[in-house]
């Protein structure tokens, strides 16, 4: 089996199916999909346990709330596949995506991190689509400005994920904005240039209900990754903005969060 899909999941029952099915559906066949619950007190434990009874590729995977780096860490030590597919339960993939991004990976050995164009949809209907660079380096630039590598539409080669440490818990929340940079230490970021997934955003999700968080322990990644020079010192150009940002009051930047998200149809946070 080449391909095993990490899912972690919690209390995702508004959209647990609709992203699975999506999974299921894939054109290549040859996977397990590990799904780690995360204690989820909702009927997502029912809806799972429905669904791997229909599919034998589905394998579920429990632990009391401890968080989607525990999720994760946890799904990557049980997978078995070549590659490691992420996915998460309220995202929605094109039926080609694990076919295209296998065959790359298989003829671009140096490449241990293979990301994708993706839709990006708000709760109101409307959206847009995120291109990303092709190459390593362009890809880089662009992570230094802003993290726009959809999480759970990756993938990644287990060994060297495995050899990288997984996922860091002193990063929580950027989890895998850390990660993306420290696998470019053993290899290089790719990306192909068609979209092959839907990221759905919604009131619920870390990006929302963290952002202040990510802003401020994101600058300080940013500074260590120039630091150790990981990439060009010159790109300390990109950083000025993230700073003038991070030292809004913290009352200032919910506000703004607020307006933004009501403007989209997010209007519980």
């Known amino acids: 089996m080449e391909i095993s899909v990490v899912m ?18 894939q054109t290549y066949r040859d996977f397990e999909l590990i799904v780690v619950d995360d204690g989820s ?46 996915a998460d339960g309220d995202d929605l993939y094109e039926p080609e995506r694990f076919d295209l991004q296998r ?43 802003r993290n726009e590598i959809m999480h759970s539409s990756v993938m990644l080669r287990r060994q060297i994920l495995i050899d990288a440490g997984g996922y860091s818990e002193q990063w929580r929340h950027l989890e895998d904005y850390e990660l993306w940079f420290r696998l470019a230490r053993y290899g290089e970021l ?37 630091l150790t020079r990981q990439v060009p010192f010159s790109w300390i ?8 940002k991070a030292m809004l009051p913290v009352t200032l930047l919910k506000f703004l969060r607020r307006v933004t998200a009501q403007s989209k149809g997010i209007d519980r946070l």
């Not at 590729?57 to 999720?71: E, K, P, T, Y």
């Not at 109101?124 to 880089?140: E, K, M, N, S, V």
């Not at 150009?237 to 003038?244: E, G, R």
């Open 8 to 25: 972690p999941v919690w209390n995702m029952a508004w959209s647990l199916e609709s992203s699975i099915n999506t999974i299921l559906d």
């Open 41 to 86: 007190t909702d009927q997502t434990p029912q809806i799972l346990a429905r669904l791997a009874s229909l599919d034998s590729r589905i394998r579920l995977l429990h632990q009391s709330n401890s968080g989607i780096v525990a999720a994760l860490n946890l799904g990557i030590r049980q997978a078995t596949g070549k590659y490691i597919a992420r």
């Open 103 to 145: 065959r790359y990976l298989d003829s671009h050995p140096a490449v241990v991190l293979l990301c994708c164009d993706y839709h990006l949809t708000y709760p109101d209907g409307t959206g847009r689509l995120i291109t990303l660079p092709a190459g390593h380096i362009d890809i880089l630039r662009r992570l230094l400005r």
């Open 190 to 226: 790719a990306s192909i240039q068609k979209p092959l997934a839907q990221y759905r955003l919604h009131a619920g999700g870390v990006s929302q209900t963290m952002e202040i968080y990510q802003i401020r322990r994101s600058l300080l990644l940013r500074f260590q990754i120039l």
């Open 237 to 244: 150009c990109y950083l000025p903005s993230h700073l003038a």
